[in-house]
């Protein structure tokens, strides 16, 4: 085995029942498994410790990231709630990219979803709902009260060759093919969606979901890509209602707030808590009811949580 000085005072951190779990639970792409990881390097990149090797059943090249620990982690980026957390955030920027490449020429030529206004949004019959009385509320939503009335949104949501009379919606039945462990099948369905309407956002955001949770620290960045994709053509379909509110309640609008979770997500996990601040604190503004709980995430960044540490309490609570 070898290791960086940096990488094996990180392992050391790992308990040891831990580590033989981690050396025999590492994804492989050829046996499309799980498996063990032989002739292991190790690395610390971005804070985190990558592993490289071989897979032991095909002699397949592996690898594993983990995540950085409370003793390896940055520390708080902010000394309080930031200024950002009082006002409805800009994050047209973070779904952009680089000019000149095929991605952003994509973006310029997609065609847009269209959005349907559907009446007003009140904050004080959302907070009745939520049984909160104004004067108990955190930032942002004290902030997200003051604004008063906003207009409600519902989006277009694209399922290219959807049959009412079919069992499955055409999402569904990609989900399914995923979870009967057809990964190559699930994943040419979604694109295949794509390719019938660049607009579908839900296959964005299943794809994104899906390389997310793949366990090789190399398919990040794909999964990043396909939830910015989707970030990027909700956006330009939003215009200049993106100060408006686009309620979870709208199921149409679902697809969209998948894609900027994901977003969030994976600036989280690439060690860029600004930015995940930034997406998060935007679907609170969104969808003040904030049915994906994006203000744990706000309030973990804040206090200078990792993303290693937020994973392990949110598993440890599944164990309860």
């Not at 790992?14 to 046996?31: A, E, F």
């Not at 952009?96 to 949004?121: C, M, N, P, Q, Y």
């Amino acid at each position: 085995m070898h290791q960086t000085t940096e990488a094996k005072k990180f392992w050391n951190l790992v308990p040891k029942d831990k580590r033989i779990k981690i050396l025999n639970n590492v994804w492989c792409g050829s046996c499309k498994k799980g498996s063990g990881i032989g002739h292991v390097s190790m690395s610390i990149e971005g804070g985190d410790l990558i592993l490289r090797g071989v897979c032991t059943v095909c002699n397949s090249d592996v690898a594993r990231l983990i995540e950085g620990t409370r003793e390896l982690r940055p520390p708080k980026i902010f000394g309080g709630r930031p200024d950002i957390c009082h006002s409805n955030p800009n994050i047209s920027n973070l779904a952009k990219f680089r000019k000149g490449t095929k991605a952003a020429d994509f973006i310029e030529t997609v065609g847009i979803l269209k959005i349907k206004h559907s009446d007003h949004w009140d904050p004080a019959d959302e907070l009745q709902y939520q049984g909160h009385t104004g004067e108990d509320l955190q930032s942002p939503f004290d902030q997200i009260l003051a604004s008063g009335k906003r207009c409600a949104w519902e989006m277009e949501n694209i399922l290219p060759g959807d049959d009412p009379h079919a069992p499955d919606c055409p999402i569904g039945v990609g989900i399914d093919m995923m979870d009967t462990g057809d990964w190559y099948g699930a994943v040419k369905h979604m694109k295949s969606l794509i390719q019938q309407d660049q607009r579908c956002l839900d296959a964005y955001a299943h794809l994104g979901t899906w390389y997310f949770e793949y366990g090789n620290p190399h398919e990040l960045n794909t999964a990043k890509n396909y939830y910015k994709t989707g970030v990027a053509i909700g956006l330009k379909s939003i215009g200049d209602n993106a100060n408006d509110v686009f309620p979870w309640g709208f199921i149409d609008n679902r697809p969209f707030f998948r894609c900027l979770h994901g977003l969030g997500l994976c600036f989280y996990r690439q060690n860029r808590p600004t930015e995940a601040f930034t997406i998060f604190s935007k679907m609170v503004w969104l969808n003040p009811s904030d049915n994906q709980g994006a203000r744990f995430l706000i309030n973990a960044i804040i206090d200078g949580v990792s993303w290693g540490e937020f994973q392990a309490n949110e598993d440890q609570m599944r164990c309860f």
